[in-house]
């Protein structure tokens, strides 16, 4: 028995002229036109839209970086961050404040309501900070910044191969200014250990013996290098403008300045050229380097960008001096090309999986081809849609199209299917099309607007988690929705031109031949028959399906608590970043030594292929000390290596903390802990003690952390006590101060001009400045165990404890994820009441989504994956896919009662029968869709891998339950003779 042809041939009904496939048959050149014009604009599109690694994110904070001071780490908190705290705090939309203060500078943290005008709260912040601006310490750089991920850099450079001071000035003042004019580049920040400076170090015993201080040699050398414009002077039909030109371009124009009674700068002085106070450290492989940090702008395109400075960087070669290379550290766009190529093979995998399905059910080509058109269809325009909204090429919105491959081929599967089966019933070919298509709109509208309207309630997700698959849900909305169209309007018209009668009686007696495909078809046809026996034998046992319900429910819980969880997917990035410190107080020199025994390590490691390092500052805008800093270590491609990053960080992780145990180290990849220090949350874990005493604060801590470092998958711990950093207090005698005729200030002054140096004006050369000091002579599952640790370590009084970081992160996400997931049922509820107007239906069909999350939990356990923010949006996203085939079974058989007048159980016999085929059909098209994604290969796929196996798993369970227990649990509540009243049947 053919599946395609009917064994009885039901009585066909009148068709009217009208219905939508008249409309359209009318208009067949205008839609082909249409549909040609949108899949070309959408090709354009795919070359023009920016492409990066993550969705433009916008997070509600605002960072304040004041630093610059010599103060320390207690003078700084009372001098700079409580007045900047107090300033910031009466912003309109302030939720949080938080600071850190260091010896010589302040770190504040201003944290925003979700739904703030961060532009707005930005100028604010810079109002208030400005008004409070006269009563902090003169010498302080501030800045306010608005925290987006373009204060991050895609790309990072070393220049290595010479002395520190050159390699700066050369990536400053010679390669800096060809990459800012890069299209798309936002900032180009320029490190190095040396700055060039012209030191004057003054002798003190002939400074006193003019009278002079520290700070009068500086103002005199300052007054003497002004330029200043005095006046304008007509002659010879110009207008001359009068320059008073004293500025200095050399070190001897600074020591042949007069200063005092004809002495000059020389006299009093040794003037040398020389270098800035060591304050932090660059080197690159372990070598003196300056490093290039380039971010993009909001709506850059990496690759273009990428491709642009590589370019610059390769025409630079034969400019630079011998021995200096410019050599790439951190290449995002590596990572957004192997991302992008990953999804596109799988998109192209997964569709011709799909193809395949439908050619084993449909068994001719022509037919297949048909359906499948709506893939490429779909895509196309599905972009040029995504170009209008702002959505850019990404790993959410790539992803999207990936899982999309999959569930666009539906809708064009069951309409193809139903005009081949009313084609073979009905000779009149218009007709037959016209009544297929006629019959299956509501149908297929409805089960599709279901899957759509499951992302509704995403809009209430906030944070890095909302903003994500925000974006996901955008993209894979618009093309579900753009291949319901098709479906509707191209699929009939390509069926109508393309398909003939010689085809559909190909397809019903395909089964009679001798090929593979006739044996699938009547394998098939085997399939149907005895689906249509057991479901008959199964109609009337409806406490079994009740008792199979109550085992899967518990089969579900049972593996939920063995799932384990997490928030984002951790993904090989082919990068990862070392933060390091050493012990507070620590001098720089002694730093850097145990450094470049961290940097051998590195190089010595063969997945390595390059380092950055920074002592003294950080990756990103932060206030940063002397013993702190990050390395940034650079991969080799997966492909090429053995081991994975995460292996790599292990091993690197053991030797670093055996050769160097003072150095405290943390390994973090570098999107991921650019997200996270975005999002407020840089550690996994985080517990915060709040409390008036500091000591009793830091005992607790330094109680808590033995405890928790026995705690399994707990790495990198850090109690959180730091080191006092050392500090020499001077006391000025005032009674001997006025016996010489000095104040205290004058003293202190004296003292800050002798160690520090006062600055003293620049010397301008053709293209640069440099800037002038006068100075002294050189004076030489885890969160359980955590919990169980907190809940046996009691408080002291005065403490509160606060679980925070990432964990917290996620509990917020999963809370809020919880909500969207009710939401979703309540929505996709609604939508069916309105179409079966019925509760009863609609709450049938809803019964296997809870069901089918089993299938996902089983499948999560037995793969490893925790259940984290992608895994949760599979679960989401099953609601809407399980109902879809509930709706066409349910739908068809309400047809069957209406049409026929049927009563319950026959009708869903032979709605089960007839729906079994395009049911398995969309199915496995969706399951061989997502197999690719599933299977995790290339880079960036981790971030769908969760999502694809939690809906693979749920899916592929749901299909039975939705041909068992949906229809015995229907006739179960509403009787085998139930008839639809006379309203419904109209």
């Given at each position: 028995?053919?599946?395609?042809?009917?064994?009885?041939?039901?009585?066909?009904?009148?068709?009217?002229?009208?219905?939508?496939?008249?409309?359209?048959?009318?208009?067949?050149?205008?839609?082909?036109?249409?549909?040609?014009?949108?899949?070309?604009?959408?090709?354009?599109?795919?070359?023009?839209?920016?492409?990066?690694?993550?969705?433009?994110?916008?997070?509600?904070?605002?960072?304040?970086?004041?630093?610059?001071?010599?103060?320390?780490?207690?003078?700084?908190?009372?001098?700079?961050?409580?007045?900047?705290?107090?300033?910031?705090?009466?912003?309109?939309?302030?939720?949080?404040?938080?600071?850190?203060?260091?010896?010589?500078?302040?770190?504040?943290?201003?944290?925003?309501?979700?739904?703030?005008?961060?532009?707005?709260?930005?100028?604010?912040?810079?109002?208030?900070?400005?008004?409070?601006?006269?009563?902090?310490?003169?010498?302080?750089?501030?800045?306010?910044?608005?925290?987006?991920?373009?204060?991050?850099?895609?790309?990072?450079?070393?220049?290595?191969?010479?002395?520190?001071?050159?390699?700066?000035?050369?990536?400053?003042?010679?390669?800096?200014?060809?990459?800012?004019?890069?299209?798309?580049?936002?900032?180009?920040?320029?490190?190095?250990?040396?700055?060039?400076?012209?030191?004057?170090?003054?002798?003190?015993?002939?400074?006193?013996?003019?009278?002079?201080?520290?700070?009068?040699?500086?103002?005199?050398?300052?007054?003497?290098?002004?330029?200043?414009?005095?006046?304008?002077?007509?002659?010879?039909?110009?207008?001359?403008?009068?320059?008073?030109?004293?500025?200095?371009?050399?070190?001897?124009?600074?020591?042949?300045?007069?200063?005092?009674?004809?002495?000059?700068?020389?006299?009093?002085?040794?003037?040398?050229?020389?270098?800035?106070?060591?304050?932090?450290?660059i080197s690159g492989d372990g070598r003196p380097a300056a490093l290039l940090n380039i971010t993009r702008q909001i709506g850059g395109n990496t690759v273009a960008i990428a491709d642009s400075i590589a370019a610059i960087a390769q025409g630079l070669r034969g400019q630079l001096p011998p021995g200096v290379r410019l050599k790439a550290v951190y290449d995002q766009a590596a990572l957004v090309r192997d991302a992008v190529k990953s999804v596109r093979d799988a998109m192209i995998i997964g569709a011709v999986l799909a193809v395949i399905i439908l050619l084993l059910f449909l068994r001719h080509g022509r037919i297949t081809a048909i359906s499948a058109s709506s893939i490429?269809?779909?895509?196309?325009?599905?972009?040029?849609?995504?170009?209008?909204?702002?959505?850019?090429?990404?790993?959410?919105?790539?992803?999207?199209?990936?899982?999309?491959?999959?569930?666009?081929?539906?809708?064009?599967?069951?309409?193809?299917?139903?005009?081949?089966?009313?084609?073979?019933?009905?000779?009149?070919?218009?007709?037959?099309?016209?009544?297929?298509?006629?019959?299956?709109?509501?149908?297929?509208?409805?089960?599709?607007?279901?899957?759509?309207?499951?992302?509704?309630?995403?809009?209430?997700?906030?944070?890095?988690?909302?903003?994500?698959?925000?974006?996901?849900?955008?993209?894979?909305?618009?093309?579900?929705?753009?291949?319901?169209?098709?479906?509707?309007?191209?699929?009939?018209?390509?069926?109508?031109?393309?398909?003939?009668?010689?085809?559909?009686?190909?397809?019903?007696?395909?089964?009679?031949?001798?090929?593979?495909?006739?044996?699938?078809?009547?394998?098939?046809?085997?399939?149907?028959?005895?689906?249509?026996?057991?479901?008959?034998?199964?109609?009337?046992?409806?406490?079994?399906?009740?008792?199979?319900?109550?085992?899967?429910?518990?089969?579900?819980?049972?593996?939920?608590?063995?799932?384990?969880?997490?928030?984002?997917?951790?993904?090989?990035?082919?990068?990862?970043?070392?933060?390091?410190?050493?012990?507070?107080?620590?001098?720089?020199?002694?730093?850097?030594?145990?450094?470049?025994?961290?940097?051998?390590?590195?190089?010595?490691?063969?997945?390595?292929?390059?380092?950055?390092?920074?002592?003294?500052?950080?990756?990103?805008?932060?206030?940063?000390?002397?013993?702190?800093?990050?390395?940034?270590?650079?991969?080799?491609?997966?492909?090429?290596?053995?081991?994975?990053?995460?292996?790599?960080?292990?091993?690197?992780?053991?030797?670093?903390?055996?050769?160097?145990?003072?150095?405290?180290?943390?390994?973090?990849?570098?999107?991921?802990?650019?997200?996270?220090?975005?999002?407020?949350?840089?550690?996994?874990?985080?517990?915060?003690?709040?409390?008036?005493?500091?000591?009793?604060?830091?005992?607790?801590?330094?109680?808590?952390?033995?405890?928790?470092?026995?705690?399994?998958?707990?790495?990198?711990?850090?109690?959180?006590?730091?080191?006092?950093?050392?500090?020499?207090?001077?006391?000025?005698?005032?009674?001997?101060?006025?016996?010489?005729?000095?104040?205290?200030?004058?003293?202190?002054?004296?003292?800050?001009?002798?160690?520090?140096?006062?600055?003293?004006?620049?010397?301008?050369?053709?293209?640069?400045?440099?800037?002038?000091?006068?100075?002294?002579?050189?004076?030489?599952?885890?969160?359980?165990?955590?919990?169980?640790?907190?809940?046996?370590?009691?408080?002291?009084?005065?403490?509160?404890?606060?679980?925070?970081?990432?964990?917290?992160?996620?509990?917020?996400?999963?809370?809020?994820?919880?909500?969207?997931?009710?939401?979703?049922?309540?929505?996709?509820?609604?939508?069916?009441?309105?179409?079966?107007?019925?509760?009863?239906?609609?709450?049938?069909?809803?019964?296997?989504?809870?069901?089918?999350?089993?299938?996902?939990?089983?499948?999560?356990?037995?793969?490893?994956?925790?259940?984290?923010?992608?895994?949760?949006?599979?679960?989401?996203?099953?609601?809407?896919?399980?109902?879809?085939?509930?709706?066409?079974?349910?739908?068809?058989?309400?047809?069957?009662?209406?049409?026929?007048?049927?009563?319950?159980?026959?009708?869903?016999?032979?709605?089960?029968?007839?729906?079994?085929?395009?049911?398995?059909?969309?199915?496995?098209?969706?399951?061989?869709?997502?197999?690719?994604?599933?299977?995790?290969?290339?880079?960036?796929?981790?971030?769908?891998?969760p999502l694809a196996l939690a809906v693979i798993g749920g899916l592929a369970l749901s299909t039975p339950i939705t041909l068992y227990v949906v229809p015995t649990l229907l006739v179960a509540i509403r009787g085998r003779d139930y008839l639809l009243n006379r309203s419904i049947a109209q």
């Amino acid at each position: 028995m053919s599946a395609v042809a009917e064994p009885v041939t039901p009585r066909v009904e009148p068709v009217a002229r009208g219905g939508l496939f008249g409309l359209l048959a009318e208009q067949t050149r205008f839609i082909y036109l249409a549909i040609a014009l949108l899949s070309a604009a959408g090709i354009w599109a795919a070359l023009q839209l920016p492409s990066a690694i993550y969705p433009e994110l916008v997070f509600s904070r605002i960072t304040v970086v004041a630093q610059g001071t010599s103060l320390g780490a207690r003078q700084v908190l009372f001098s700079v961050t409580r007045p900047l705290e107090e300033a910031v705090s009466i912003v309109p939309g302030v939720t949080r404040v938080q600071s850190r203060s260091i010896r010589g500078a302040s770190e504040i943290n201003v944290t925003f309501s979700p739904t703030t005008d961060m532009i707005y709260a930005l100028q604010q912040v810079q109002a208030r900070v400005n008004q409070v601006r006269p009563d902090l310490p003169p010498e302080l750089d501030i800045e306010v910044e608005r925290l987006t991920p373009s204060l991050f850099p895609i790309l990072s450079y070393n220049l290595e191969g010479g002395d520190a001071a050159t390699l700066y000035d050369i990536a400053r003042y010679q390669i800096r200014p060809l990459i800012s004019r890069v299209p798309g580049v936002g900032r180009v920040d320029v490190q190095g250990s040396d700055v060039r400076e012209i030191e004057v170090v003054a002798d003190p015993a002939r400074l006193t013996s003019q009278g002079m201080s520290y700070d009068e040699l500086a103002a005199s050398i300052k007054q003497s290098t002004n330029v200043a414009a005095v006046g304008r002077m007509p002659a010879n039909y110009k207008q001359y403008l009068i320059v008073s030109a004293q500025e200095a371009h050399s070190t001897d124009d600074i020591a042949n300045i007069v200063v005092s009674r004809g002495l000059r700068v020389r006299d009093l002085a040794t003037v040398s050229s020389g270098t800035e106070d060591h304050v932090r450290i660059i080197s690159g492989d372990g070598r003196p380097a300056a490093l290039l940090n380039i971010t993009r702008q909001i709506g850059g395109n990496t690759v273009a960008i990428a491709d642009s400075i590589a370019a610059i960087a390769q025409g630079l070669r034969g400019q630079l001096p011998p021995g200096v290379r410019l050599k790439a550290v951190y290449d995002q766009a590596a990572l957004v090309r192997d991302a992008v190529k990953s999804v596109r093979d799988a998109m192209i995998i997964g569709a011709v999986l799909a193809v395949i399905i439908l050619l084993l059910f449909l068994r001719h080509g022509r037919i297949t081809a048909i359906s499948a058109s709506s893939i490429p269809l779909t895509m196309a325009v599905t972009v040029f849609v995504m170009s209008r909204v702002g959505q850019t090429f990404n790993l959410m919105t790539l992803g999207a199209m990936a899982i999309a491959i999959g569930l666009v081929i539906d809708d064009a599967v069951v309409i193809t299917e139903n005009i081949v089966r009313h084609t073979h019933i009905n000779p009149d070919r218009d007709a037959a099309i016209r009544d297929a298509v006629q019959e299956l709109i509501w149908p297929v509208t409805t089960s599709t607007i279901t899957t759509v309207v499951v992302f509704l309630p995403l809009g209430l997700l906030t944070g890095v988690e909302g903003q994500f698959f925000h974006a996901l849900s955008i993209t894979l909305t618009i093309a579900v929705l753009v291949s319901l169209v098709l479906a509707l309007t191209i699929i009939p018209l390509l069926s109508a031109q393309f398909l003939t009668a010689k085809d559909t009686e190909a397809a019903a007696h395909e089964n009679e031949g001798k090929g593979v495909l006739a044996r699938v078809g009547r394998g098939i046809d085997t399939i149907s028959d005895r689906y249509e026996r057991s479901l008959t034998g199964l109609l009337h046992h409806a406490r079994w399906m009740i008792v199979i319900a109550i085992v899967l429910v518990i089969a579900g819980y049972l593996a939920h608590r063995f799932v384990g969880t997490g928030f984002l997917p951790e993904m090989d990035e082919g990068a990862f970043v070392l933060d390091y410190f050493t012990p507070g107080g620590t001098a720089l020199a002694e730093t850097d030594r145990e450094l470049h025994i961290a940097e051998n390590i590195l190089a010595r490691t063969p997945e390595i292929t390059g380092t950055s390092r920074r002592t003294g500052a950080e990756l990103g805008l932060f206030a940063t000390q002397q013993n702190t800093g990050d390395i940034v270590a650079r991969l080799e491609p997966p492909s090429q290596r053995s081991r994975t990053i995460f292996e790599v960080i292990a091993d690197v992780r053991d030797k670093i903390s055996a050769a160097v145990p003072r150095l405290h180290i943390e390994f973090v990849q570098i999107l991921s802990d650019v997200i996270n220090d975005l999002a407020g949350a840089a550690r996994p874990v985080e517990i915060r003690l709040f409390g008036p005493d500091l000591n009793a604060l830091e005992a607790y801590a330094q109680k808590l952390a033995p405890q928790l470092e026995k705690v399994d998958g707990i790495e990198d711990l850090y109690n959180g006590v730091a080191e006092p950093s050392a500090e020499m207090q001077m006391s000025v005698n005032e009674a001997e101060a006025n016996r010489v005729g000095l104040t205290p200030d004058q003293v202190q002054a004296a003292v800050s001009g002798a160690l520090i140096g006062v600055p003293a004006g620049e010397v301008r050369l053709e293209d640069r400045s440099i800037a002038v000091r006068v100075r002294a002579p050189d004076l030489g599952a885890v969160m359980t165990d955590v919990r169980a640790i907190l809940d046996k370590t009691p408080v002291p009084s005065g403490i509160r404890v606060e679980i925070g970081g990432q964990y917290a992160s996620q509990q917020e996400a999963f809370r809020a994820l919880l909500l969207v997931l009710g939401l979703a049922a309540a929505s996709v509820i609604a939508v069916m009441v309105l179409q079966f107007q019925s509760f009863v239906e609609p709450l049938v069909i809803l019964l296997a989504a809870p069901l089918s999350f089993v299938g996902a939990m089983v499948l999560l356990l037995i793969t490893g994956t925790p259940l984290n923010v992608s895994s949760f949006m599979g679960l989401i996203l099953l609601v809407g896919l399980i109902v879809k085939n509930g709706i066409i079974l349910l739908d068809f058989t309400r047809h069957r009662m209406r049409t026929e007048g049927l009563t319950l159980e026959p009708a869903i016999r032979e709605a089960a029968r007839i729906r079994l085929r395009p049911i398995l059909m969309t199915t496995l098209c969706t399951l061989f869709g997502l197999l690719p994604l599933a299977l995790g290969l290339g880079a960036g796929s981790e971030l769908q891998k969760p999502l694809a196996l939690a809906v693979i798993g749920g899916l592929a369970l749901s299909t039975p339950i939705t041909l068992y227990v949906v229809p015995t649990l229907l006739v179960a509540i509403r009787g085998r003779d139930y008839l639809l009243n006379r309203s419904i049947a109209q």
